[in-house]
């Protein structure tokens, strides 16, 4: 009885991390990161960094396709008292190796990232009374903390098992990070498996 299941779970994460089968949802995104980019110059004064963001931002709210939401992480350490009750644990997922275009924190580079967001880190997700930086996925942490220093920043389009997230940095402090997460989903596995043709 448990091999069909064991059966089901190979496939479903094979299914998640192949890249030919979600490349119209990379290329959508891929495609709307260089659109952001050639909306402004990353090189624009920064007095002008805070319309930058809302130009940027109003093109991520208008793309069409997608969700997009304002989030922010405190970057000081969690407080003693609060250790012990750590933000809800990712489930574990298949490692994928991190890909990137010229670079780690190229900014070219598409970032794979096998660990599944937690809720904090999720747009949409549910609301937490506060988010800590360290509770993102390591694999995430030095990308956004390279890629996202100042407000209208652009990050790599970054893979999760679940979808393509882009990061467009607001503010940036010594305390606390805020910056819009732009995120489109994959087609899922159920959606694929029905359009596939009938064996015999």
Request: glycine share 8%; hydrophobic share 40%.
């Amino acid at each position: 009885m448990a091999k069909p299941i064991v059966v089901e779970r190979i496939l479903r994460s094979r299914f998640e991390n192949d890249d030919k089968l979600h490349a119209g949802e990379r290329a959508k995104t891929e495609k709307l990161r260089a659109t952001l980019l050639a909306a402004a110059p990353e090189g624009a004064a920064s007095s002008a960094s805070d319309a930058l963001y809302s130009e940027r931002l109003g093109l991520l709210k208008t793309a069409g396709f997608g969700s997009t939401s304002e989030l922010s992480w405190k970057l000081t350490p969690r407080p003693a008292e609060a250790q012990g009750t750590p933000a809800t644990a990712a489930p574990p997922s298949t490692p994928t190796q991190n890909t990137a275009k010229g670079g780690v924190y190229s900014i070219e580079a598409t970032a794979q990232i096998a660990q599944v967001l937690s809720p904090s880190a999720r747009p949409g997700g549910p609301a937490q009374a506060e988010n800590y930086f360290e509770d993102l996925p390591r694999e995430l942490q030095p990308l956004l903390n390279a890629q996202l220093e100042k407000s209208g920043a652009v990050s790599a389009v970054v893979e999760t098992a679940q979808g393509f997230l882009l990061y467009l940095g607001k503010n940036r402090t010594r305390e606390a990070l805020l910056a819009a997460v732009f995120s489109l989903p994959k087609r899922s596995y159920d959606e694929w498996l029905a359009a596939q043709p009938e064996a015999g």
